[in-house]
């Protein structure tokens, strides 16, 4: 049994790494949370910082994830700020209205969800997952079941559904569910 320190206190989010890693680990969320500055420059980056801290308060394997939306015509929005865009908005259904604002006149849409695992057991051995979906930005949000920018998302090969449509496919398919099964493979070899 692998057990591991989330480094997050969000109960939800230990609830669905303990089901998308299976039996082999126990995800616990974190005692307290600790206010960690996300302020590198990539995923993986931002995944380390929270895992570090979290390492370094509690003496535990953790393990810490970043994730968000890309849109590679917009490189300037979203990404590692995905969380921030908009930041006068406090729903996400504004983020979203902004976003579809923002990119009225952008001809690619293209967008990909990416998330980063990082498995910090100690200082000395660190590892990270990557798991991503690709797909498109839509003109309008559909869907209910989901969060964040899910109505937004359609991913590649869904008959113009969103993720917030698609919830049984995106528990399996998610790129936190990609991320965790490239965890599993390896903490099983």
Same mark, same amino acid.
């Given at each position: 049994?692998?057990?591991f320190?989330?480094?997050?206190?969000?109960?939800?989010?230990?609830?669905?790494?303990?089901?998308?890693?299976?039996?082999?680990? +126990?995800?616990?969320?974190?005692? &307290?949370?600790?206010?960690?500055?996300?302020?590198?420059?990539?995923?993986?980056?931002?995944?380390?910082?929270?895992?570090? +801290?979290?390492? +370094?308060?509690?003496?535990?394997?953790?393990?810490?994830?970043?994730?968000?939306?890309?849109?590679?015509?917009?490189? &300037?929005?979203?990404?590692?700020?995905?969380?921030?865009?908009?930041?006068e &908005?406090?729903?996400?259904?504004?983020?979203?209205?902004?976003?579809?604002?923002?990119?009225?006149?952008?001809?690619?849409?293209?967008?990909?969800?990416?998330?980063?695992?990082?498995?910090?057991? =100690?200082?000395?051995?660190?590892?990270?997952? &990557?798991?991503?979906? =690709?797909?498109?930005?839509?003109?309008?949000?559909?869907?209910?079941?989901?969060?964040?920018?899910?109505?937004?998302?359609?991913?590649?090969?869904?008959?113009?559904?969103?993720?917030?449509?698609?919830?049984?496919?995106?528990?399996?398919?998610?790129?936190?569910?990609?991320a965790?099964?490239?965890?599993?493979?390896?903490?099983?070899?």
């Amino acid at each position: 049994m692998h057990k591991f320190i989330l480094g997050s206190t969000n109960a939800g989010k230990a609830k669905e790494l303990n089901e998308l890693l299976g039996d082999k680990f +126990e995800i616990l969320s974190a005692p &307290e949370k600790l206010e960690v500055i996300e302020d590198a420059d990539s995923f993986a980056g931002n995944a380390l910082l929270k895992a570090k +801290e979290y390492y +370094e308060k509690f003496k535990q394997p953790v393990v810490a994830d970043d994730s968000g939306l890309v849109v590679p015509a917009h490189s &300037e929005i979203l990404g590692i700020y995905s969380a921030r865009f908009a930041p006068e &908005e406090t729903e996400y259904s504004g983020k979203i209205q902004k976003l579809i604002e923002y990119m009225q006149n952008t001809e690619d849409r293209s967008a990909y969800f990416v998330c980063i695992l990082c498995f910090y057991l =100690n200082p000395e051995e660190i590892f990270f997952f &990557e798991g991503r979906v =690709n797909g498109e930005i839509g003109h309008k949000p559909q869907g209910s079941e989901g969060f964040g920018y899910d109505p937004i998302f359609y991913p590649s090969g869904m008959d113009d559904k969103s993720f917030a449509e698609l919830k049984d496919w995106k528990s399996k398919n998610s790129h936190r569910a990609k991320a965790c099964r490239e965890a599993i493979t390896f903490f099983n070899s």
